[in-house]
């Protein structure tokens, strides 16, 4: 039996709009192996990011189970959420704006330890950010250096280090390496992995670029307009990919070696609203291969060990 | 190098070799640079000290409230540079002595609404909602009453003394501040390092008052400037309706009040004491223009 | 080939901004020919000054602090250096036209989409204001947005949308050069693919030359004939597709390459190019490169040559006066 960090059941989140509700998150489910690492994929309104605002319940889910460590965090009082919090950290996709432009590097990574009373003494303090700003690679002379000194790849190490300052054993990676430039990209990727390696961290890495989560991911589930519509081993994911979402987003990846660009599959149209769905499958609008069928909302059901598609016309097409 | 990590520790001596560098130094260099601002800072410090030294040169009794009848109405001279007033009294000495009434007044009166209204206004600005309805609701109340109309019920109903006064012109002004903090915080609630603060473990207070205010400080700083130039105004205009400081205290209102009978005839009586008040209005406004710029980071770039 | 097919021919351009800290050399010295119809990748990461770059061709580098020094700048044989302010706004919109980056702050939100493409046709071209709205209507169609949408306001249109209303702008007066710089990051990656695939069919259909800004070397891979490698305002490596990406030369873009994670290989450990971009306002002396440069000895502190492999690419890489310098990654 696996060793499960986190498990997702049923989780939903809707927001009240003028024009009704807004599926934001809607009947998601997954489990998370220590240790691990899965990639939440899609593009942009999916609802990746408030999924993992909601697991730490920065967000308010509107239902569904959050397991944490055998912890249900959706029945957590505000005193014990803040405790549980030192365990599951985030990482902010903007570096820019994820930290307070007012305060200086040491004050930054000394906020959660200081806060949470980690450690006591002054000199404790000062001595835990030492290591930290020599894990995460910050040179010594930026301790009282301020954020807006610092390139987009320093402010980021400066958000992990903050994430790592109470040794949590699970964060949440959203779009940690988008607003960096490709070298920094790399030295960020690497160093999360090896962090990962040594510390024994679990992640779930949010991304919009399926190179970089294929990179970095055990498992992946793809999201689409607030539905899981895909889950497989990275692998079998990129070698096997069976939701026509799923193989249009692939396609769509530029690769940077010549002759290597597949015969790109073009969706018609764009995401269609979040407001109200209905009860067809989500992709209904877009799918090249959509039939009467799918007017009614296909279930997440496994098609091969370990993946789960969630489409009518499997094996069809 | 601060990649190729290699995994040694550092020591606590090697950070601390690295002084740290105030933000204000910064505000300062940026200030500096602009003329009329340095300007305006000049007059105010100068302000600051005649009022300071004036306290304790000039005798009160007998140099500042002495009446000397057979010197009434002298035209500005070498002797009486100003001239005198209708008690013979040098008008000169009374606007000098005047300036620590204006400049007190100003001061507190801002200290005053600035803490009470800025911490309502982020209060409001946090929590949003019911509390924010609230709070501001009841600012626009105030808002409502013209100010001198305001400060007349208030030293009506007080008393008349120069403590009142400060108060009074505190309390008007409370619903600007509370404004001002309010419009400030909305956009620095909804950034992400407030929410990466959360995760950090950081409760309410600590969030609205270590993360969200120093973050909105700039308008603030800048409304408190231009905030000492209207509460000199208004305590002149209270003044000048008979309302403000007590007589026979050489109020610079007061005194344009007192003149403003003899305009016609001894026009310097009311030209020194509005000048007076125009040149300090007039610094605190270059002061607070210069400090909005050298706060405004979007200018630093 | 004649010079009658040059559209662009840049030389020796610097850009500098003098600024109160210190001076930002943007670009410096950087050469450019492009001939009627072909595309040109400028890639290179974030302060490269791939936009600096485009602004100055366009003349729209804010002076001050920019200055702007050239040795030549012709578009399409015509003097664009020493232009007057009233023949230099003909020529933007109506020869050159620029696609930005952020399609939400490009279109005006008070017009129609409609009111802004005809705009730019009623002032470069002699027609009514009727005319200019039909073909502004034509323009929507052509970019794959149904013609009755022209009345529609810009907030009322998707990003994806409005990225196509901003390329109808760009083209409307059927420019010979057309700059985009970044046209897609914005986008998500399956209507960027929807966007670059119209970009593809509509510079075939109306043979306009492109320069293309990019960080991302797939798209460059996909939609240009020519990549230019920028770092610290110089272009490091040119060639043709084939040149830069299967026989690359230089450290700089090999570096690129390696950081990048392999679609087909999860596996790998990814190679970053150590260290940071260089401070603009204090370059390295010599090859700007030579302090993150794995190859770099004492002679790449001089100033650096360019090298022609061939007709079509060249390297600015002093490496190859060692005999029997080559980089590591393999040729293909």
Redesign the interface.
Known sequence: MADTILEVKNLTKYFKTKRGMLHAVDDISFKLERGKTLGLVGESGCGKSTTGRTILRLIEPTSGEIIFEGKDINKLSNRELRHARKDMQLIFQDPYSSLDPRKTVNQLISEPIVTNKILKTKAEVEERVAELMATVGLAPRLFNSYPHELDGGRRQRIGIARALAMEPKFIICDEPVSALDVSIQAQILNLLKELQGELGLSFIFITHDLSVVNHFSDEIAVMYLGKIVEKAPSEELFANPMHPYTKALLSAIPIPELGAQKERILIKGEISSPIEPGNECRFYKRCNYACDRCRELPALEEVSPNHFVACHRIGEV | ????????????E????????S?WAEVWRNFKKNRTAMVGLFIVIALVIIAVFSHFYYDYAADIVHQELKDRFQKPSAEHWFGTDSFGRDVFTRIVYGAQYSLSVGIVAVAISCALGTTLGVIAGFYGGVTENIILRVCEVFVGIPSVLLGIAIMAAFGQSIVVLMFAIGLVYVPMYCRTARAAVLPVRG???I?????????DF?IMFK?IL??SLSPIIVQITMGVASGILTASSLSFLGLGVPLPSPEWGAMLSEGRAYIRDYGYLTIFPGLAIMITVLAFNLMGDGLRDALD?KLKQ | MSEKDIVLDLQNLRVRFETEDGIVYAVNGLDMKLEKGKAIGLVGETGAGKTTTALALLRLVPDPPGVVECDKLELNGQDVLNMGIHDLEKVRGKDISMIFQDPMTALNPVFTVGEQIAESIFLHEKCTYAEAQQRAVEMLELVGIPGERANEYPHQFSGGMKQRVVIAIALACHPQLLIADEPTTALDVTIQAQVLDLMKNLRKQYQTSLIMITHDLGIVADICDEVAVMYAGTIVEKGTLEDVFNHTKHPYTEGLFNSLPNINDRKAMLTPIKGLMPDPTNLPEGCPFHPRCPYADEDCKKPQVVRNISDSHYVRCGAYDRPGFHIERKER
């Open positions: 190098m601060d990649n190729n990590t290699t995994k040694r520790k550092y020591s606590v090697e950070l601390k070799k690295y002084k740290k560098r933000m950034e992400e390092y929410e990466a603060a959360r995760i950090a473990g950081v409760g600590g993360h120093p973050n980071p």
